[in-house]
T-cell receptor, first 111, second 118 residues
């Protein structure tokens, strides 16, 4: 599985847009990029997944450049409840069942 | 959507005793489930892959005789921490995947079990 690198932590204020970038230089051709969110004392929750270009859902957007060596999770107008740890995962279900989590990015949203 | 139920949500046990944690897929069948351990302010660490009807596959460094995994049916996997010690105190999380399409976005996680060994 490709290794990922994310900032350890980020601070933001309510109402701002937050962009969290993940580096995955060794991404394989078949790999997808997936982001999970985890609140304290809870299991992670799926946010968004993409392969290339841009993906948007009701929660976030995911931007993937053409070389796919990095990706950016964009959270529009964050609120206090978005304070959580965000994990970037890279892999392909058909390549194996393991889900290896990196260190993640701890986002703290202030009032 | 897919729901994974984990029980208990927290447990306190005495050192030397065993504790069983259950992980159930409520509305889908899961031939494979996963168990993680998470220490405070750290990421999830994959402990083992639980396969229905066969032995679990443990990650390197995880003692299989200490962390017994049983995947008795397509909807239930259990993790038993045997002879627990204070250093086993942690947050244990299970997950299962409903999807078989590409990417790693199909995992549903349980709400976790906070184990405290005193």
């Amino acid at each position: 599985l490709a290794k990922t690198t994310q900032p350890i932590s980020m601070d933001s204020y309510e109402g701002q847009e937050v962009n969290i970038t993940c580096s995955h230089n060794n991404i394989a051709t078949n790999d997808y990029i997936t982001w999970y969110q985890q609140f304290p004392s809870q299991g992670p929750r799926f946010i968004i997944q993409g392969y290339k270009t841009k993906v948007t859902n009701e929660v976030a957007s995911l931007f993937i450049p053409a070389d796919r060596k990095s990706s950016t999770l964009s959270l529009p107008r964050v609120s206090l409840s978005d304070t959580a740890v965000y994990y970037c995962l890279v892999g392909d279900w058909t390549g194996g069942f393991k889900t290896i989590f990196g260190a993640g990015t701890r986002l703290f949203v202030k009032a | 959507g897919a729901v994974v139920s984990q029980h208990p949500s927290w447990v306190i046990c005495k050192s030397g005793t065993s504790v069983k944690i259950e992980c159930r897929s409520l509305d889908f069948q899961a031939t494979t489930m996963f168990w993680y351990r998470q220490f405070p302010k750290q990421s999830l660490m994959l402990m083992a892959t639980s396969n229905e009807g066969s032995k679990a596959t443990y990650e390197q460094g995880v003692e299989k005789d200490k962390f017994l995994i049983n995947h008795a049916s397509l909807t239930l996997s259990t993790l038993t921490v045997t002879s627990a010690h204070p250093e086993d105190s942690s947050f244990y999380i299970c997950s299962a995947s409903l999807r078989s399409d590409r990417g790693l976005g199909g995992y549903t996680f349980g709400s976790g079990t906070r184990l405290t060994v005193v």
